[in-house]
């Protein structure tokens, strides 16, 4: 839901977006919703066309897609929005939240050349859909990255989105708003967020 609720917003920005299902049949009426901008294909497929990829699948998920998508994804930008609940993801969740670098760090190592960045993953999509452009202080997104080119290239993005983009730092630091921590699935605005880590850093979207 995370996936079609950002290509929404994404595609009103202007952007041509790619979605991706082992099971493309599936996502056509959600294409004909999007209109031109929009297409299906499988998970291949997406890799390929796309100049970044926003990765939305359960945790569990991750091992069985990167033998086929790590190639594919080499040198480009991918947005990781998973989270690790051991409820649902089983064993893979208290790997990934045991790794030194958190969740987005144990999947960024199936993927070793790929510019990881993790993002997304602390909004519920429901707030995203009813939430994006608002007039107030714009909804933040937290961001973290060992690559600071694409996380300037995720923060546009997350503008283009509606929403205010939050730079916390290295990708380690992604574990800060895992599931469980005082920022995950609270709505704090930008500057909430910039407050909270204790930092200036980012722009807002005004």
Known sequence: MIGSTLAKLWVDAGHEVRLASRHPETLKPLIERLGRPA?????????????????????????????????LLAGKIVLD????????????AREASAHPQGSAGWAAARFPRSRWVKAFNTVYFKTLENEA????????IPLASDDPDALETAAGLVRDAGFDPVIVGSLARGKEFEPDTSPYNTGMSGQQLRTFFGQSVGRSAR
């Not at 497929?45 to 998920?61: N, Q, R, S, W, Y």
């Not at 929005?81 to 893979?92: C, H, I, L, S, V």
């Open 39 to 71: 297409s299906a294909g499988a998970p291949v497929d997406a890799a390929t066309f796309g100049e970044v990829i926003m990765l939305t699948v359960p945790l569990k998920a991750i091992p069985d897609l990167a033998p086929d998508l790590a190639p």
């Open 133 to 140: 452009h608002r007039k107030e202080e714009r909804l933040g």
């Open 81 to 92: 929005t998973a989270n690790a609940y051991e409820q649902r993801d089983g064993a893979a």
